[in-house]
């Protein structure tokens, strides 16, 4: 029996062909890649968790061309309609209730009654959802618990036997997942830090709208956290973006036998932005993680300070996760 494995392809009817075939096609988008199903069709969900071996109870993020898409799937409100028109296509996702009748898979939302949805920005994805004519539904295309894909060759790398067509759309502009945000109330809740940062929701929020009501913007994985709120994203119970080394953070100089993950002035193996630009830094973070993540060069890796302003939130957010997860095992996901 033939041994399966990925296929490249840069051919979108091809890649809107497997999907309505119920297959798996990774998709380039400019945040990371995404492994995506048809998010109608329960089977074809089943084999993206099956695939990645992720747990049941993290729900996916659905894929559409904007808003008029969005609105067959979830119950629309004005703060989605503000953040949307402000920030999509881009890396953002809006966390909706499930509209009533909502022909999405159940096991999409975990279960539950909302709804993630994401209108990427990236030409390709944006061909293929058009082409298609429905929701994607698309994790980022690594196993579970590893770092997120940033080129076509890392989804190679991590599904390596698998019957999968890999969408070859280069290497992702952002590089660090969107922005998740909670839309679900009033006020707007930041669940996972991405490139569009606090402020820019809180403006977006605000629009047309008395200041008074995303005053309380809050940010459930952050500083901005409120003592006892419930959090609402299941990934962000969980370890996440994990190398096989463990890493330490702060460092300023590499230790025995350690690999220097380096950022401005802080030299390093590799360095994320020698000028010391955090755009540049986002958009190199998982690769340099992964070709640094070498047990056979390196017993460590350790990452110099990144300043904790603009992306550089959600790149320290990504890298204590990536600590976090060699000190507790418990929950690997991503
Ligand atoms: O940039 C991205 O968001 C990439 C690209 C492929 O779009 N996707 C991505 O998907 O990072 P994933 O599955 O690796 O992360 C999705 C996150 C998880 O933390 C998950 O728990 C959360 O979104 N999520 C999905 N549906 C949700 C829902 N209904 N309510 C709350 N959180 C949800
Ligand atoms: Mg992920």
């Not at 969408?167 to 830090?193: F, K, M, Q, Y």
Request: glycine share 8%.
């Amino acid at each position: 029996m033939a041994i399966a494995m990925p296929k490249l392809s840069t051919s979108i009817p091809e890649a809107a062909k497997a999907l309505s075939a119920g297959k798996l096609v990774a998709i380039p988008t400019e945040t990371v890649y995404g492994l995506a199903a048809d998010a109608c069709n329960e089977q074809a969900v089943q084999s993206v968790f099956a695939l990645k071996g992720r747990p049941s109870h993290n729900p996916l993020i659905v894929h559409v061309s904007g808003a008029t898409m969005a609105r067959r799937y979830a119950r629309w409100n004005p703060l989605a309609e503000r953040l949307a028109a402000a920030h999509w296509p881009g890396a953002l996702t809006l966390v909706l209730p499930k509209r009533a009748g909502c022909p999405i898979a159940t096991s999409v939302s975990a279960g539950g009654e909302t709804i993630a949805l994401r209108a990427p920005a990236h030409p390709m994805a944006q061909q293929l959802i058009e082409q298609f004519n429905g929701g994607l539904a698309a994790p980022s295309a690594n196993r579970s618990g590893r770092i997120s894909p940033t080129w076509p060759e890392h989804v190679i790398q991590e599904f390596l036997q698998a019957d999968l067509l890999v969408l070859e759309g280069g290497p992702c502009a952002i590089g660090l997942e969107s922005t998740v945000v909670d839309c679900t109330g009033d006020t707007p809740v930041i669940l996972r830090p991405g490139s569009i940062g606090s402020d820019e929701i809180k403006a977006a929020s605000l629009c047309h709208q008395p200041a008074k009501a995303t005053d309380r913007l809050t940010c459930a994985n952050g500083e901005h956290h409120i003592a006892g709120e419930k959090l609402k994203s299941p990934g962000l119970l969980t370890s996440h973006y994990a190398p096989t080394l463990p890493l330490r953070l702060e460092a300023s100089q590499a230790g025995k036998g350690e690999a220097l993950l380096g950022f401005g002035r802080v030299g390093g193996t590799h360095n994320l932005s020698p000028s010391g630009n955090l755009a540049e830094a986002a958009a190199n973070l998982f690769a340099m993680l992964r070709a640094l993540d070498d047990p056979a060069c390196f017993c460590a890796i350790a990452v110099a300070p990144i300043p904790q302003t603009g992306i550089g939130i959600a790149i320290n957010d990504r890298l204590r996760r990536a600590a976090a997860a060699k000190a507790d095992k418990q929950y690997p996901e991503g």
